[in-house]
């Protein structure tokens, strides 16, 4: 090979690694962009209940933002849905099986997770529960290492525990915890290991290629059905009275439940359940300055010290996997 076929073959191959690393930049920016908007848009969750729960209470309002949600993904399974079905064989249909048992498993855990939190609002205030729900990221760690056997380093140890001081940092100035919200604070931890569950699950899920729009249509239409008796038996409202509580129910399901849910399920193909988990943590910092905007509610510095300590630890959670 000659001088000037060598300086070719090294000017092609810096050009295609040049370009690799200028794919893999924007690939990296669009699936933090996905991220980023999947959680500001479960911020406004707490936002839209509080104002659904003027005319129904917390478990009804649930109940139709899962029974919204449904509607909307089953007519987009329908869209997506091809006309032709190929026989499965006896692999394909144990597989098959196998993803349903999971997709149960990941409804149980987010609605039961649901409804716990709501309930651990009448028995303990919201300042302790939100703190104890902050302990997701370390529930979903544990069930990694434990069933699916993931290590992690000291640096991902460091940024989770970070993320999570911060997260907790959020409601610490009006944290109750004593024997008399033993059982509401109880609760709060149930909700937040089940919601590790969820997540645990799903992140697995899509890790075998399981679509987000069937993620979230069995999430939806199986918790509206664990909901429905549960509505049926203990409230006498069902259903919102007005337009302005119709539209709530309704921006829940589409805007937190469908299209929050939905980029946050599409990251856990991009990203792993732990990180996922740990970026989760900024929510009740999007939460507060709506809250700020919407109800004038004020806004601490304390919240400003946990957004620091939440992003420190996001970053050194990712940077251990680069």
Not at 3 to 6: D, E, H, M
């Given at each position: 090979m000659n001088?000037?076929?060598?300086l070719?073959?090294?000017k092609e191959i810096n050009e295609i690694t040049n370009s690799s690393k200028q794919s893999k930049t924007i690939t990296d920016i669009f699936s933090w962009g996905i991220l980023a908007i999947a959680v500001i848009a479960l911020a406004f969750s707490p936002v839209f209940t509080k104002l659904s729960e003027i005319e129904i209470s917390p478990t009804a309002t649930i109940f139709n933002r899962l029974w919204i949600a449904t509607i909307i993904m089953g007519v987009w399974?329908?869209?997506q849905t091809p006309t032709d079905f190929p026989a499965l064989n006896l692999k394909e249909f144990k597989f098959e099986y196998k993803q349903q048992g999971l997709l149960i498993l990941a409804s149980i855990s987010a609605t039961a997770s649901s409804v716990l939190w709501a309930i651990s609002f009448t028995q303990t205030s919201i300042a302790s529960s939100t703190v104890l729900r902050s302990l997701t990221p370390l529930f979903i760690s544990l069930g990694a290492w434990l069933i699916l056997k993931q290590q992690f380093n000291r640096q991902f140890i460091i940024g989770m525990t970070?993320?999570?001081?911060?997260?907790?940092v959020i409601g610490w100035d009006d944290l109750h915890l004593s024997t008399e919200y033993l059982v509401g604070d109880s609760i709060a931890i149930a909700s937040a290991a089940l919601h590790g569950a969820n997540i645990l699950t799903v992140g697995y899920l899509r890790d075998r290629?399981?679509?987000?729009?069937?993620?979230?249509?069995?999430?939806?239409g199986f918790g509206a059905l664990i909901v429905l008796p549960v509505v049926w038996f203990t409230d006498v409202q069902l259903f919102p009275i007005t337009l302005q509580g119709w539209l709530m129910v309704i921006a829940?399901?589409?805007?937190c439940q469908t299209f929050g849910q939905g980029l946050l399920v599409y990251s856990l193909k991009k990203f792993s359940s732990s990180f996922v988990g740990i970026v989760t943590l900024l929510k009740p910092i999007f939460t507060a300055f709506l809250a700020w905007i919407i109800f004038?509610?004020?806004?601490?510095l304390t919240s400003g010290?946990?957004?620091l300590l939440i992003l420190l630890g996001i970053y050194l959670a990712k940077s251990s996997s680069d």
């Open positions: 001088k000037n076929s060598f070719t073959s090294s399974q329908l869209i970070l993320a999570i001081i911060g997260g907790m290629n399981c679509t987000v729009s069937r993620v979230l249509f069995w999430r939806c829940l399901a589409f805007v004038r509610e004020t806004v601490s010290g946990a957004l």
